[in-house]
Structures are given as C-alpha cells and as structure tokens.
C-alpha cells in the first residue's frame, strides 16, 4: 500500500501503524514516532511526499513558514508534545532517549524522607518494590508532574519545591531527617554535598536503536533538550557537536540541563517553571 502525505500535515491526523512501514526520504521524520516497526526493505506501507499514484492520501494546507525546532527526549514526550505543537512549530523529534530498569535493594527503616525525582523513577520502584514500604514516610518530588503522577497510586506528597529542580529541593530539606533519593543511573551530583541524603538508582538511561532513524540535515532556530542526558545522547548520536553548531539557540528545561550545556560551551535559556509545557511556551512568547 502507498500512502501520501504532506509534511505539514499534523501529526495528531496520523494514525498509528503497527505493520512493516518504509518511509521515502523526503518525509518528515516526525511521523515515525507513530510507527511501531520501520524498515528498510520489503514493506506493507510505503509512506511518501512525493506527487506519484497513492491507495490513501492524507492532505494539509501549507502553513507560513515555521520557526524550526529540535526536540530531544524520550518518544513517549516527543509523541505528546509534536503533537500538542507541530501545527505552530516545524517539529523535528529526536529519540534520544529510552529506559531500562536497574536491579535494586532497598532499605528505608532510617529513612525520614523518601525523594521522587520523576514520574519514571516512580515507575521503576513500584514495579519492583511494593507501595507499603512508603508507609510511615513522607514523601517529595523535584517537581509537580511527579507529584500529580503519584496521586494516581493513591500516594500524596508532602513537599514540592516552588522551583523545580534538585538544588531548591535538597536545601528545603537539608535539615529534616535522613532522605532517600529514588532516581536514575546519573544522577545529580548535588546530592552528595549532603550527609543525610542516600541514593537509590532504579533505572538507566539508553540510547535506543531507533535514534538512527532521526537525523535531520540543515540548522535549527531552537533546540529544546529535557535533560542532560538528551543532549549528551544527541551528541553521540550525531557522532560529534556539529548538530549542536547548527542549532542557533538553546533551550533547557532547568539549571541542571543548562550547566551541562554550558559546558559544552553553548549558552542555554529556561522557562521560569522547569516543565516541557513551559519550555514551549517560551517558544510562543
């Protein structure tokens, strides 16, 4: 089957497709974030931009032009916020990131404080540990979404900093008892400036197969990066910093992605709330 598409065409209007796709070269890559298995060779669905005879055809109308926007970060973030934003922005999606889970112990009898650093931290835990081990604890995010995410286990938290990032979190907390930091593989470095504070690594941080595929040619206005390890991996994925040469300014969701940044010797902006709504926002301002 051949299917026509324009690139401009929202990514929301795409459907999702688990069947052997192969996407001729000129197709925005951002429509793979739909895909379940692309391949190369023999295909069930050969997906095209170019004007020849198509079983379905999928149009949009052409937009003025768009500031072009690199966004690096997990697929299940980039799937959300492209669609949430391609009809403004000219996305160009980056899977930079995927997860795999960390075998862990936990002891948390001296634990006064139990740290939540994100909603997938919170997901690694719980898969493994059971929720009965939070009883008796209080309980923080670094940030709101992590909060919000927890409610849905039935878990509420205690404490949110009002700006979200570790450093305010551990200096409201500093002198609050013995705390218990569930997180990745990399981690902060902030957290071992404090003597009451212990690290529970539940997962890692990956360079997934599919990250190939999105290679982009060209430069950026923007390139938007959801943490330090989405700009790392981006470099490694390209082989090197010329994509981030190319890209002509920086957005990062917090100060910790914007001191890894720095120093590479690029300069980054951040959102005064340290979400990828946010990050977006700033875009439209």
């Known amino acids: 089957m051949i299917v026509k598409i324009t690139n401009n065409l929202s990514l929301k209007y795409f459907p999702y497709l688990t069947s052997r796709v192969k996407f001729d070269d000129g197709v925005s890559k951002k429509f793979m974030l739909k895909c379940k298995n692309i391949v190369d060779d023999y295909e069930d669905i050969f997906i095209t931009n170019r004007d020849i005879k198509a079983d379905i055809e999928f149009k949009q109308r052409a937009p003025k032009p768009r500031i072009r926007v690199l966004f690096s970060a997990n697929k299940k973030d980039l799937l959300e916020y492209t669609q949430k934003y391609d009809e403004i922005f000219d996305m160009c999606p980056i899977v930079s990131m995927g997860f795999e889970p960390l075998d862990f112990k936990w002891r948390f009898n001296e634990a006064d404080w139990i740290v939540f650093t994100s909603k997938r931290a919170v997901d690694f835990f719980l898969k493994k540990a059971k929720r009965d081990l939070l009883c008796g604890k209080k309980i923080a995010t670094v940030g709101k979404k992590t909060a919000e995410y927890l409610l849905k286990f039935s878990i509420s938290t205690d404490f949110v900093p009002d700006i979200f990032d570790a450093e305010h979190l551990m200096e409201s907390l500093k002198n609050r008892g013995n705390i218990v930091v569930v997180t990745a593989e990399k981690y902060n470095n902030i957290y071992h400036i404090f003597n009451n504070v212990k690290v529970l690594s539940v997962y890692k941080n990956i360079i997934p197969k599919e990250a190939e ?14 943490s330090p390890s989405a700009f790392e991996n981006t470099v490694k994925i390209y082989g090197g910093l010329d994509i981030m040469h190319r890209i002509n300014r920086f957005i990062a969701i917090g100060n910790t992605t914007k001191k890894y940044i720095q120093k590479y010797g690029f300069d980054a902006i951040i959102p005064e709330k340290f979400t990828i709504d946010e990050m977006f926002r700033l875009l439209i301002k």
Do not use: R
């Not at 595929?213 to 959801?226: A, M």
């Open 213 to 226: 595929l999105y290679k982009y040619h060209g430069e950026f206005n923007y390139g938007l990066f959801t």
